[in-house]
């Protein structure tokens, strides 16, 4: 008589419960991941002061941050830019103007760090996503 090597295995509700407690833990982790702010683009200022968002559609010319120092931002025309600064290498100047969710701009002397936050345009290829 030929013996089955693979015992018939005995399901326990409890079992049960943790299968069904981890595929809702899956799928809540993949909407999270997936989902953004809705659909207008903010603009994301950190610094040691606090973290600030704005509308990426308004006009707006933001107060000076920075500990160290002046960092002024300037959000026109759907873009971020910073408008200037007095840090030494004066790199994030030379960033120039950011349009689109996932684009930075850093101050490191000021501690200053400017991004988009928000969805992208349906179907645009960057480097990320090819």
């Not at 950190?46 to 707006?60: E, I, M, T």
């Not at 960033?95 to 645009?124: D, K, N």
Request: glycine content about 10%.
């Amino acid at each position: 008589m030929q013996h089955n090597r693979l015992a018939r295995v005995q399901l326990r509700p409890f079992d049960l419960l943790v299968f069904v407690l981890g595929v809702m833990a899956i799928g809540v982790s993949i909407y999270f991941t997936t989902s953004v702010r809705g659909g207008v683009p903010e603009v994301e200022v950190r610094s040691p002061a606090g973290v600030w968002l704005y509308p990426l559609k308004n006009d707006l010319l933001l107060p000076p941050v920075g500990p160290e120092g002046t960092c002024v931002i300037a959000i026109e025309a759907r873009t971020v830019r910073v408008l200037s600064s007095d840090c030494p290498k004066m790199i994030c100047l030379q960033t120039g103007r950011i349009s689109q969710p996932g684009q930075w701009i850093g101050c490191l002397p000021h501690q200053v760090f400017i991004r988009i936050l928000g969805r992208s345009e349906e179907g645009a290829m960057d480097a990320a996503a090819y």
